[in-house]
């Protein structure tokens, strides 16, 4: 049986959505260094997470996924990460914990198996839907 490299991550499947549509699905495949994206045509670019884009490459995702993140140089970082539950900065890891959310927007990233909504990661959508932050 061969061996996997066991640093070698295994497809990521996710959806970019905006409040609660989806408006891109994406396959990255790191093994064959491949990108499959649909996006919804019908959306404004501006909340696209490639647009314009015709083929999108391993690195557009991994920028977009920083594009997502609190930023490297942030004050105190290193406690930020801490309360993550991570020890370096790794947007990919950092992503999955926060699912890319925003103040700014209603964008946000959906990995697959989760069966998440817009209240359940947001918290100032859910502020705003008088959700009571215990039922959050």
């Known amino acids: 049986m061969k061996k996997m490299n ?18 891109a699905k994406v ?15 019908k959306v404004e670019p501006v909340f696209l997470p490639f647009p314009g ?13 920083e594009s997502r993140c609190v930023p490297r140089t942030r004050h105190h970082i290193d406690k930020i990460l801490q309360s993550l539950g991570l020890q370096e900065y790794v947007p990919t890891d950092i992503v999955k914990k926060t699912h890319g959310v925003l103040y700014d927007d209603y964008v946000w990233i959906r990995f697959s198996g989760e069966e998440l909504k817009c209240t359940d990661v947001h918290p100032r959508y859910a502020s705003e839907q008088g959700v009571p932050a215990n039922l959050r």
């Open 6 to 23: 066991r640093f070698i991550a295994p497809p990521l499947q996710f959806e970019v959505l905006e409040h609660d549509r989806v408006i």
């Open 27 to 41: 396959k990255l495949d790191y093994i064959n260094q491949t990108v499959d994206v649909w996006q919804d045509d």
């Open 53 to 65: 884009k015709t083929k999108v490459l391993v690195g557009d995702v991994l920028d977009y996924f």
